[in-house]
């Protein structure tokens, strides 16, 4: 389980090489929680990459300590919540969302990542929706799966998106919010995301969306009906490519 970790037990010029490549540290930092504060040290002052994915098992309490001490020190951050394969007391098979998986989720609420450039979130479960507003100014990556702030999102340096969230009516205006402030935005991805009861009347907010730099968009599982009135809302280069 230690994998390349071992090569720090060959020899002692091999270590010293080792202990001396803060990178390294930094990119597996989360990888064995029993040695977070090793790892932490010898990361120095390297952006860090917080992963983890649970895959059926609890994660442990520390690992959301440690992320919630240090999310503002991310460079990349890859989070997966999964179902949690149990058996029932009449030892049926069962799936299950652990409370204590749920709410360890509000390490993410009202935050912000003044250094993150990547960001991965899934949620393989029901969307949840977190208290605050979320901010990355330098956020250039961005996957989100069913999950969503209350109070909006800010990453205004976003050049890729991929957003499979179904959202409510009254979130939509802040995803249109949202995308408004996205003008470096190149590639947007929108999977089941439009509520079909949505009543797209934007003339009421004279909402149009600007997005200069957007070059490939992709809307999957939407009907005619909600597409085009969201096509509508978009001011595009002539080059974008749309694929549904």
């Not at 970790?5 to 064995?32: G, N």
């Not at 069962?94 to 003044?114: A, G, I, K, N």
């Not at 949505?198 to 909402?207: F, G, K, P, V």
Request: include cysteine; proline fraction near 5%; glycine fraction near 2%.
């Amino acid at each position: 389980r230690l994998g390349w970790i071992r090569l720090t037990h060959v020899c002692s010029r091999l270590r010293d090489v080792c202990l001396d490549f803060p990178d390294v540290w930094a990119m597996t930092v989360c990888r064995v929680p029993n040695a977070l504060d090793v790892f932490d040290a010898r990361a120095k002052d390297i952006p860090l990459t917080l992963d983890f994915h649970n895959r059926n098992f609890i994660v442990p309490s520390k690992i959301f300590e440690y992320i919630a001490d240090n999310y503002h020190r991310a460079a990349t951050i890859d989070l997966e919540f999964d179902y949690l394969e149990d058996y029932d007391s009449d030892g049926h098979y069962t799936h299950s969302w652990s409370r204590y998986q749920m709410d360890d989720f509000t390490v993410l609420e009202d935050v912000c990542l003044p250094c993150t450039e990547q960001l991965t979130l899934r949620n393989n479960n029901e969307t949840v929706v977190l208290d605050g507003t979320f901010t990355a100014p330098k956020l250039k990556t961005m996957y989100a799966m069913n999950v969503w702030w209350s109070g909006g999102l800010s990453a205004e340096s976003l050049n890729y998106l991929c957003l499979e969230t179904v959202l409510l009516p009254a979130q939509m205006n802040q995803l249109i919010d949202f995308l408004s402030i996205c003008t470096s935005l190149e590639t947007l991805i929108l999977d089941s995301v439009f509520p079909e009861e949505y009543n797209w009347d934007m003339t009421s907010r004279n909402c149009t969306v600007y997005l200069p730099s957007l070059r490939f968009i992709r809307l999957i599982d939407h009907s005619a009906e909600i597409i085009y009135p969201f096509w509508r809302v978009l001011n595009l280069k002539p080059s974008s490519l749309l694929t549904v």
